[in-house]
């Protein structure tokens, strides 16, 4: 493009390193916000949601999660809760490790009550799960069993059980555990209607005696970052006993006031601890220092936050050394 008469050949050369400073400061403006902006970790490289596996615990089902289940799935989450054996923590585990190897993609892995104790060794080794989530749940450590923690943090439990014997094929023979009809309410569900306990305790399913005399082999949380719910009305697992669990594992941590069943009673909480779970950028733990909190969240984003002013900083350092530069070339190319 020719250069205008009027302007002369000199202008014409200041107007373009005129437009090249321009453009180099809206270029850096541009770097700028673009990695100072929050990313969000909720699709993966394909732009697919992490799959997220719901496991229930002693006494319930799958369905338990329905209100959880119809909260992700608008959000556009794949969703399975799969039935959880209850005959073992050995055997129980292995199951749904085997569910996992299913699932196609990043896991976010959710327990609630003995679940949580399932999913800690169901976990261990797959780099596919990216985040574990208790609700209101047994973490065990390597070692421990449930009977070994609820020792040392007793609850009403132990007032609402009823052993019954049972046969299986081939000779096979054990001890299930069943909770008491009127004590079910109280215990395992204090926040649900009286006609929903019921229900609960029609349709209970047992848990072998196993389930919790077993110890845990291995402890994922110690690998994998770990989200915890704790139920301050819980009486079924002692909320002491939550809270220690949550603090040894570096668990981001939420408190309610719930029953045991938290995520019936209270299913937006137990979705948003989720979300926040399968949104997470990294693998960073919070300090152990850390108290748990319903303001957790907040102290949560101060390490996005932290690091969007340095990248805010250092594209401003480079948009002003850019400047300075493009000026001082001019400045050396001004005829004396």
Known sequence: MAASPALGPGRTRARGRTRARVAAAGCAVAVCAALAAPATAEDDAAGRKPTVVLIHGAFADGSSWNGVIQRLERRGYPVIAPANPLR???????????????????????????????????????????????????ALDKGESGQSLAARYPSELATAIKAVPYRAGGGVRGTDLYLKRDKLHRVFAADLPAGTAKLLAA??????????????????????????????????????????????????????????????????????????????????????????????????????????????????????????????????????
């Open 88 to 138: 073992g923590l050995t055997t129980d585990s292995a199951y749904i490790a085997s569910v996992l190897h299913s699932v196609k993609g990043p896991i976010v892995l959710v327990g609630h009550s003995y679940g949580g104790a399932v999913i800690s060794v169901a976990a261990a080794g797959n780099s596919r799960v990216k985040s574990l989530v208790y609700v209101s749940a047994q």
């Open 203 to 336: 349709t209970q399913r047992p848990a072998s005696t196993a389930a919790f005399s077993e110890k845990a082999k291995v402890a994922a949380w110690r690998q994998i970052p770990s989200w915890f719910l704790v139920a301050r009305q819980d009486k079924t697992i002692n909320p002491r006993q939550e809270r220690f669990e949550a603090k040894r594992a570096h668990a981001h941590t939420v408190e309610i006031n719930s029953s045991h069943v938290a995520m019936i009673a209270h299913p937006q909480a137990v979705t948003d601890l989720i979300v926040k779970a399968a949104t997470a950028k990294g693998s960073a733990r919070p300090s152990p220092a850390a108290s748990p909190s319903d303001s957790r969240a907040r102290a949560e984003s101060r390490p996005a936050d932290t690091a969007a002013a340095w990248v805010t900083a250092g594209a401003a350092a480079l948009l002003l050394g850019g400047g300075a530069l493009l000026i001082g070339r001019r400045r050396r190319r001004r005829p004396r």
